[in-house]
């Protein structure tokens, strides 16, 4: 476990990454809805998409917010909160932004860029270890949209460009960790001045 101050600080972040959780389960849900409705499928998606595949895929997101959205409560009355946590709701919507990846469009799909969104905003809140864990888990998931989006031949056209959209990934993810890092330190920096000028303070007092 951790300090209950940092422990308050996590318990809002997770809260605020449940909130936006279950916005983006409506909105994804119902757009995939709607693709399928409309027959807005991408080639070589029909022998996936299907309403059982959304179904499946929104149940897994919510089923596990909920889990998280029960423990934050829990965690808040108690003023603890597990590190695992973080590491958990970061690797589950990484894989759920893969499976939203494989039937609109896979390599091509505009929800790619919320790979993105999902590595740097954990890499600003907690800085280079969630940032290392993020793009190592998002390119395994990568590799594995890519083999099943040119299955069985594999053979990937524009290969240079996947390549250098994962360096891309990499890049921005480790300087935001980076960055995060820096900031920490520097914010521990100031919290000891603070405390040494404090003392100094109560000392000439006496």
Known sequence: MIK???AAWEL????????VRWLLVVLIGGYLGSLLQNGGVLPGADRLFSWYYIGAVTAFVAILNLAVTLYILRAKDQGTFHPAVKY???????????LVLLPTGGSESMFFLVYFVIIVSNALRYGMRLAVLGVLVFNILYVL????????????PGF???VLKVSGVWLIGLYTGYLARRFEMLQGEVEKYQKLLANLMAEKKQ
Do not use: C, H, R, W
């Not at 949209?145 to 990937?156: H, M, R, T």
């Open 145 to 156: 949209v890519l083999a099943y989006q040119y299955a069985p031949n594999f053979d990937i």
């Open 4 to 6: 209950p101050e940092k």
């Open 160 to 162: 240079q460009k996947e």
């Open 12 to 19: 809002k972040n997770e809260k605020n990454k449940a909130g």
């Open 88 to 98: 958990l709701t970061m690797v589950t919507d990484l894989v759920a932004v893969s």
